[in-house]
DNA sequence: TATGAATGAGTCTTCATTCAT
DNA sequence: CATGAATGAAGACTCATTCAT
C-alpha cells in the first residue's frame, strides 16, 4: 500500500525527522504502538498502522522489535509496568488506617490516568476482559502487588471494626476500580452523553471520594 | 479454469446437524458472532472464526447476512437491544423514590448479565472504549433511554435532598454501570484472583447494595 | 447475496410472472444470458448476472442448463447461429456479380444487427478477439458458410476483370465485415462522439454503399 | 495463531530473474497486465493471471500498483496512451489534403498496431464495444485528439468539392479505423481462415489505401 | 417445476515477515 | 541504521455448483 499511493522517492528521506535519532525512534514506536493499542485493540491493531502512526516504514518495526509478540512485550515492560507503579507507589506510602488506603488509590488511579491516557481503555480492553492479551500481566505481576494487598488490608479492617460489616473486602477491591479506571475509560462517552464537559479528573475524585464515604446517603 | 476440467466429487456431510434446518442456522451464526464478539472483540473477529465456532462453511456466513457489517447489525438489532430492554423494564416499573431506582437498576443489570452472559464485555469493549463499534449505538438509542432518564431523576431527587450532595447525578450514572457491568465483564479474573469461587451474582449485588447503602462505613 | 439483500419471504413467488410457464423461462434466460454477453463479455458474465437479469433465482440457470458452457452452447445453438442465417440467406439469392453479392451482404447484416442488437458487440468481442469464446464457432461453422464463399467468388470476379485488381479478394470479406459489423458495435459510442442522433441504419448503409462504389473520390 | 507457532521458512527463491531489479519489474507488470487484457478482456482479468504471467507473487502487484484500478490506471497512463500519440503524430504533420491525411492516418495505425500488438484487441474490446472498462478514455483524451479533428477536415473538404459527396465525414472516420483496427484485431482469425499466412501489414496497407482510392471498381 | 441451503474454489486485498542492500 | 522488494498466509467476499425438498 505504501509503495502504491506515495510516489516512491528513493533515497530521499521522509520529512519531519532527522536521520540517526537513534533510540528515539524506538521511543517513538512504543508511543505510537500504545495510541494504538488504545484505540483499537492490540488484536486488531496492525504492525502497519503502528509505522503509519510513527511515521516510518513497516519493516522498522521488525527491525526494532523483531516480532509482534516482542513489540508487544516491550511496550509492557518499557511503559504499562511503569503506569502501574504509579498507582502502586501510594499505597506503600499510605499509613494502615482504610481511610487513606482508599484516598491513596483513587488519587493515585486519577494520577496515572492523567500522565498516561492510554491507560484506561489498555486495561479495561486487555487486561478485564476475557481474551486480553495482557490478562497475564495481571494475574502475574500486578495482582499480587495491588489487589491482593488490598483486599487483605479490607479484610483486615473489617475485622476490626473499621468497615462496612456487609461488604466483601475482595469486591471492595473490584469496585474501587469499577469506580475509578472504568468512568476515565469511558469519559468522552459520559461527556458526550451529559454534555458534561464540566466534569474533570477533580470532580471525578471528589464524587467518588463521597460515594465512597457515605453512600447515596438516602433518607 | 483447471477446475473447471476434473468434476468435483462433493465431501461428504459433515456430521453432527442436520442440514436444511433453516432459520435456526442463522440464529445459531447470531449466536456464535455474540461469542466471539465478546471474546475477542468485533474488530479482531474474523468471519472464518464465526463460522467455524457455529460448524458451518465460511460463505454461509455471505449467505445469511451478506457482509461483515450487516452481520454485526443483526447481531445489534436482534440480540443487543433485547438485552439492554432487560435492564430498562424494571426502570419504568420503578417508582419515583431513588432507592427503588438504584435497586431497579441494579437488579435489573444482573438479570440482563445472567440471561446475556456476552453482554459485559461486548459493552465495555464497544461501547465504553474509544474505537468501539457499537458507541453510536450506546448514544442513538440507549443513552436517552437508560442513562439520560436516571441522571435528570437523580438531580431532581438531590434537589429535594434525598441524595447526598456531594454527588454528581451524572456522575452517579457512570458509578451504577461501573458498580455493575464492570464487575461482572472482569468476573473470571476476580474469582481467579482471589480464589472467589464462592462470589456468585447474589453476592455481588448484596455487595453493592450494601457499598451504595452507606459506602464505606467509615469510623 | 440474494438471501442478504431481499428479505427472504419463502414460498411467495418474486412477482411479476405467473409461475410455472415453462419453456418461456427457457428463452427469458437465453435472452438475458445474450443481454450480459454483450454488455460485460461472456467470460465476465456471472450466471448470478444472468439470474437476476432474468428476476430468477441462479440454481434456476442449472436447472435449464446444467451448467456454465452448455448454457453457452444453447445460447449459440439457439440464438447466434439464427442471427448468422440472417446474413446467408441474401447472399444465396444474390445473382453471381459482386454489386448485388456486396449490397446482399451490406443488408443483410444490417438486418440481422437490427433484428438482433446484441450481435455486433458479441461477434466483436467473442470472435474476433484473440481469447473470444466463440472463435471456434466461426472457424467451423461460420467462415465455410460465408466468408470463404464471398473471397471465392471475390477471387473470381477479379480474374475476369470486374473488380479492381489492386484489392485482395481476402482482405475484402474482411472490410466488409469492417465496414459494417464494427461501426454497429461501436454506434453509441460514435453518436456520443460526434453527437450524430441523426445517423440510423440507412444512413449507414448508403455511406457504406458510397464508399465501397467509388471510394473518397478524391481529384 | 496456528502459523505463528511454527517458525516459516521461507521457500527458495524463484529461479529465472535475479531479485531486487527495482522498477523493471514494475514494467514487466504493466507489460503482463497489457498481455492479458488484450487477451481475455480488462474485466475477466484476474490479478493473479497478470502475477502468473509476469513470474510474481500476486501481493507484488498490489505492492507495485495497490489495487486492481490503479493498476488499470497505470496500464493506461504509461502504455495507452503512448500508443495513440503514435497514431495521432503523422496526423498532425499531414498537410491539408485529404489523400495524405487518410495516407497518414492509414501508415500510422499500421506503425502503432505493429509497435503496440495489444492495441487493437484491446481498443475493440474496451473502448469500441458497450461496457468496455476505457470508453471513458476515448470520449475524454481521444476523441477530441483524433477523430473530431479528422471529421471537421473531411466536412471541410467535402465542402470544397474534395471528397465524395454521398459519403458522411463522420461516418468516414469510422471506417477509416473498420478499415485499420479491425482487421488488425481479428488477424490471427483471417489468416487462419483463409490460410492466408502471406498477408502481412504491408499488403493490408495497400489493400486498405487501394479500396479507399477506388473503391470496388465495379464496371 | 423450482428454490433455499450449503459448500469448495477462486478473487481481491491486507498483513506479518524476511532479505539484500 | 534503515528501507525497498518480495512473499505466504489469511481475511472478506463472489461464484458455480450440488442437493434435498
Redesign the pocket.
Known sequence: ????TRK????A??AGRP?????D?RERLLDAALACYSRKGIAA??????ASEAG?????????F????Q?QDAVVQERVMAAFETVRAPLLRADGNVASLVAGFVSGMGDAISRYPWLPALWVREVLCEGGALRSLLMDRVAPAIPQVLATRFAAAQGAGELNPQLDPRLLVVSLVGLTLFPAAGAPIWRQMFQAEDIDADAMREHTIALLDRGLGLP
Chains 1, 2, 3, 4 share one sequence.
Open positions: 500500500m505504501a509503495a502504491a516512491r522517492i528513493p533515497k528521506r521522509r536521520p540517526g535519532d537513534g533510540p525512534q491493531t496492525s504492525l502497519r498502522s503502528i516510518v516504514n513497516p519493516a522498522l518495526v521488525h527491525y526494532y523483531g516480532d509482534k509478540l513489540l
